[in-house]
């Protein structure tokens, strides 16, 4: 049995797995975990997949890179169940697997993740990505258009731009360009591309050419996810994040002003320290007030070495019973969204699930033999379980 890479946590990770499967094709029994730390649950999600890993493969090599091999090393180290940690920093290299450099070709996808800009340079008081992930690095314009030459060829219909702090791209590079240069770039190399998709953006690094290109290129798909954590201004001070409430609303504002097609989510955190009543329903509140429709809620947990672990820490359940109420109010704003678009013809992108995505990352269930990496014009009739039919 061939290697085995198990992916956890945010698009980057499965950007990076991809690229592992292509890199270790050739190995023998090994299985890779490329783990995330970004909260507590994911720690504890890592490992559980350690543990199940081993069950179902306990004559295999098991080795963890990721977020969780730098920021809780010592914890995954002890695990009987691990082999080894391979850093994070050095995962796409073949050296670290001790593979030949050249490796296979990744097997084909509907939708390719390109990892264009790794780590962070900020320091939002929660998080210990920077821990895991190092200082913001940008993949030059250059290297961007060869991997998604390479995607085409492979027959992707669908680009999806990733990063850690995906709008800091560029920042590292000469001349300082900001993410629309590349996203231009892309889109003037590849008249074929018919689909490119941002992952989480912070909307205080949206720069004009970035913000045009979403309005007015159609292309460029229709739906932004916003980092933004919270909807009351001293939490987001607290957080240490550049942007306020008004900010993240006039921008959400002028772009579905450009482009009614739109459609918004977010990372929302419930139950950040000093959080009380009337924070929490800012939070509540915000979620209706941008029309978030795809949402990411995470209950606050304290991470090492955090300024926010020292803040005062909000009561476990109360954490937990807020995370609901901010999680029925995503859904309850995603099935008023959805109910509008019944009757409406979709361009959609067919996965090999039986299911697919409309521009604006709405799920569809399609017709029976409907091939992936096809795109069909669906017009919807009804809502099934979350998707539309």
């Known amino acids: 049995m ?73 914890a995954l180290s002890a695990m009987p169940e691990v082999d080894g940690l391979i850093p994070n920093t050095a995962k796409l290299d073949p050296r670290a697997w001790n593979v030949p450099a050249q490796r296979a070709e990744m097997r084909r996808h509907t939708r390719a993740f390109i990892a264009v800009q790794n780590g962070c340079d900020h320091a939002c008081t929660f998080c210990v990505i920077p821990q895991g992930r190092g200082p913001s690095r940008s993949l030059s314009i250059a290297d961007a258009l060869r991997q998604v030459e390479r995607h085409l060829a492979l027959g992707s219909r669908e680009m999806v731009l990733t990063g850690v702090d995906l709008t800091s791209w560029g920042h590292d590079l000469d001349g300082s360009p900001a993410l629309g240069a590349l996203v231009a770039a892309i889109l003037d190399a590849f008249p074929q591309l018919g689909r490119l998709r941002l992952s989480s953006v912070d909307g205080v690094e949206i720069d004009p050419q970035l913000l045009d290109l979403i309005a007015r290129d159609s292309r460029v798909m229709p739906h932004v996810h916003l980092s933004l954590q919270h909807g009351h201004d001293l939490i987001l001070k607290r957080m240490k994040r550049r942007h306020s409430r008004a900010q993240a609303t006039e921008l959400v504002a002028r772009l579905r002003g450009q482009r009614q097609d739109v459609a918004f989510g977010a990372d929302l955190i419930a139950g950040f320290p000093t959080e009380d009543e009337a924070a929490h329903a800012a939070n509540l509140s915000i979620i209706s007030e941008l029309g978030l429709v795809h949402g990411h809620v995470f209950p606050y947990s304290p991470r090492p070495g955090t300024p926010a672990a020292r803040m005062p820490q909000v009561a ?31 361009e959609v992108l067919a996965e090999r699930d039986g299911t697919g995505h409309a521009p604006n990352f709405a799920r569809v269930q399609l017709p029976p033999g409907t091939e992936a990496a096809t795109i069909v014009t669906v017009t919807p009739t009804r809502i099934v379980e979350g998707y539309l039919a």
């Open 316 to 346: 476990p359940p109360i954490v937990k019973a807020r995370a609901a109420q901010l999680r029925e109010a995503v859904a309850a704003e995603r099935a008023r969204w959805l109910e509008s678009l019944i009757g409406q013809p979709l």
């Open 2 to 74: 061939g290697a085995e890479v198990i992916s956890l946590g945010c698009r980057l990770n499965l950007s990076e797995s991809e690229e592992l499967r292509g890199i270790l094709a050739q190995e023998g029994d090994l299985v890779v975990i490329n783990s995330c730390a970004v909260t507590a649950e994911a720690v504890r999600q890592t490992r559980q997949a350690i543990r199940r890993a081993r069950r179902d493969r306990p004559e295999a090599r098991l080795l963890v890179t990721g977020c969780a091999a730098e920021v809780e090393r010592a």
